[in-house]
């Protein structure tokens, strides 16, 4: 099956510092890719949607100046948390999609546990 | 804007039963419907996504059905496994856009034990 990898799987960090996502589709090309985020005990929720080559579209409520997501190529997503503080300590999680059959399941990476000291 | 609940929030029962899990959703409108795994700490692992033409889909011991009228679908675990034993998320389009991919609503999921 489809493979999305994202990396790295976990992050702990000073509260200012920025810090960089990535999330890569190995076996196919990922027109579209989504960013979540999970706070314990909540599901998930959709931050953004990047295609490849365009600027993301942001959910409601979601900055985009401090969620940076870049989309330069069909297998890379990379969403950076600039001046992380402590309120952004989240599981963060990418999928990626084809784009033209949105009747394919969407393919989920592992995650990255951000800690914000 | 589309809204999912899945009920129950917790479920705990010995292995080998048979379970069903529910969740609603509040735009009929929707063009498929997936259910997903996810384990503590992990990511998502898909398990089966219906199609709206389809009222149900089936991959080994998991049976999903689907009846956009009434805005539900049903996850039926056979023969229960401690391997089981996760959190299931259901999850629905937020949007329409038309050909492309869109992200998901997701519900707050049921945290399932299997008793040994």
Known sequence: GAVVSQHPS???????TSV???????????????????????SLML??????GSKATYEQGVEKDKFLINHASLTLSTLTVTSAHPEDSSFYICSAATTGNSNQPQHFGDGTRLSIL | KQEVTQIPA??????GENLVLNCSFTDSAIYNLQWFRQDPGKGLTSLLLIQSSQREQTSGR??????KSSGRSTLYIAASQPGDSATYLCAAPASYSGGGADGLTFGKGTHLIIQP
């Open chain 2, 10 to 15: 917790a479920l705990s029962v010995p292995e």
């Open chain 2, 62 to 67: 998991l049976n999903a059905s689907l009846d």
């Open chain 1, 10 to 16: 976990w992050v702990i960090c000073k509260s200012g």
């Open chain 1, 47 to 52: 931050m953004a949607t990047s295609n490849e």
């Open chain 1, 20 to 42: 960089k996502i990535e999330c890569r589709s190995l076996d196919f090309q990922a027109t579209t890719m989504f960013w979540y985020r999970q706070f314990p005990k909540q």
